[in-house]
């Protein structure tokens, strides 16, 4: 097993899950492809692998799926249309996902878990070390969440886990990690984890985000890791297997912008909060937000 800290260049992204939270949406367009603003939530990922030096993206995809290969991949007909109309803003945009990396896909046949997911990368990743994003998780871009992890692993070698405070109450949903201070302000070793804990049962208010470095050594644990939570390969039961065999797992404490586009309440308010940021969107619409918002103030009282 090796755990030597080297340059991350492979990433990993499954994309395999069904979106039932989106229903029925979700039921002939991918979770992934939802629009935040005027991009697909997935490529939001895209750019912060490769914004962290990963030029190499596996995604791992279910049936249905077939959007996602179409958007990165080339439309020449509309690329024609646009260079006719001498549209060169639109051809730009369209043109920047089909460019962002070399971007790989591998079908997950079975829905078995997100540990069954990054296993069916295996064959891609061999023994490199790799990154995993989850693509329901949006970070910021002015928060460099992999940059950081990326320091602590190069640091102390061995996987790293991203983390972050929610209300306890709300623990249940996540996986959870048992931590100890390590590594700096925000670098913690991880003693123990679990996922989903029953409420009143967690070890702490440390929820598993979804960005992951993590070692070749994970896909042989996870070969011989049984359905958990769910009836499904957990990844937090191979990261547990390797905690308790005394191997270096280590986890950042993230406090920067995270949108989770997987939560329909979520989405909203990240699509709000970024289209107020854009410099061609963001004034007109805060505008138009002051006053809907003072409309319905009115309406209230």
């Excluded at 755990?3 to 991918?30: D, E, H, M, N, Y």
């Excluded at 439309?75 to 920047?96: I, P």
């Excluded at 970024?274 to 004034?283: I, V």
């Amino acid at each position: 097993m090796n755990s030597t800290p080297s340059q991350i260049t492979k990433a990993v992204i499954p994309a395999a899950g069904l979106g039932t939270r989106f229903l029925p949406l979700t039921k002939a367009t991918p979770k992934e492809m939802l629009p935040v603003v005027d991009k697909p939530a997935i490529q939001y990922v895209v750019e912060e692998a490769v914004a962290a030096g990963m030029s190499d993206i596996l995604m791992v995809t279910g049936r249905n799926k077939r959007p996602l290969e179409d958007h990165f991949d080339r439309n020449y007909e509309l690329e024609e249309a646009l260079q006719r109309r001498g549209d060169q803003d639109k051809l730009n945009s369209v043109c920047a996902s089909t460019e962002l990396a070399d971007i790989h896909y591998v079908r997950q046949r079975d829905p078995k878990g997100l540990g069954h997911a990054v296993l069916c990368a295996a064959p891609h990743v061999g023994r490199e070390p790799f990154a995993v994003l989850l693509a329901d998780d949006l970070i910021d871009p002015r928060d460099p969440l992999l940059a950081r992890m990326a320091e602590v692993r190069a640091r102390l070698g061995g996987s790293v886990v991203a983390l972050m405070e929610v209300d306890p109450d709300a623990i249940h949903q996540y996986g959870c990690a048992a931590v100890e201070p390590s590594a700096g302000d925000d670098g913690v070793r991880i003693t123990e984890l679990v996922e989903k804990p029953e409420p009143g049962t967690a070890p702490s208010n440390l929820a598993i985000i979804g960005r992951y470095l993590l070692d070749p050594e994970i896909f042989e644990v996870l070969r011989g890791t049984s359905p958990g939570r769910g009836g499904e390969i957990q990844l937090t039961d191979a990261l547990r297997t390797l905690v308790r065999a005394g191997r270096p797992v280590h986890g950042v404490v993230f406090s920067g912008r995270r949108y989770d586009t997987g939560d329909r309440a979520e989405y909203l308010r990240a699509t709000v909060r970024l289209a107020c940021e854009r410099e061609d969107l963001g004034p007109e619409f805060l505008s138009w937000l002051r006053e809907f918002v003072a409309s319905e103030q009115l309406t209230a009282v």
